[in-house]
C-alpha cells in the first residue's frame, strides 16, 4: 500500500498557473504508473494526466498543451504543472498510484473568470 497527499490547489484567475504535488509515503519507482485526475461538482471523475516509471506520458485532450505531469524519484513526488487555467478546470484534482489504487485526499483548485 502507499500513502499520498496532494497539495497546492487554491483560488486563481483564468489564465493563471498552479502546481501541484502528491508526495507518497514509498518510493514512487516501485509505484510506476501514477496519475492526476478530477472530479468538477456534479461530474464523473475524469483523468487529467498519467505517467510512468519510464517517463512516458498521457494527458487528457481537454489539458493538452496546458498541464505537464512530472515525477521526482528521489522525492517521491509527482507534480502537475497547470498552465493557461480555464474556468472549466476547476475540481478536485485527485493523485492517484495506479499500479496500487490508491488515492489522496484531493486538493480544491478554483478558477475564477
Known amino acids: 500500500q502507499v500513502q499520498l497527499v496532494e497539495s497546492g490547489g487554491g483560488l486563481v484567475q483564468a489564465g493563471g498557473s498552479l502546481r501541484l504535488s502528491c508526495a507518497a509515503s514509498?518510493?514512487?519507482?516501485?509505484?510506476?504508473?501514477m496519475g492526476w485526475y478530477r472530479q468538477a461538482p456534479g461530474k464523473q471523475r475524469e483523468m487529467v494526466a498519467t505517467?510512468?516509471?519510464?517517463?512516458?506520458?498521457n494527458y487528457a485532450d481537454s489539458v493538452k498543451g496546458r498541464f505537464a505531469i512530472s515525477r521526482d524519484n528521489a522525492k517521491n513526488t509527482v507534480y502537475l504543472q497547470m498552465n493557461a487555467l480555464k474556468p472549466e478546470d476547476t475540481a478536485v484534482y485527485y493523485c492517484?498510484?495506479?499500479?496500487?489504487?490508491?488515492w489522496g485526499q484531493g486538493t480544491q483548485v478554483t478558477v475564477s473568470s
Open positions: 514509498r518510493s514512487i519507482l516501485v509505484i510506476n504508473a
Open positions: 492517484k498510484s495506479i499500479t496500487f489504487g490508491s
Open positions: 505517467i510512468n516509471s519510464g517517463g512516458s506520458t
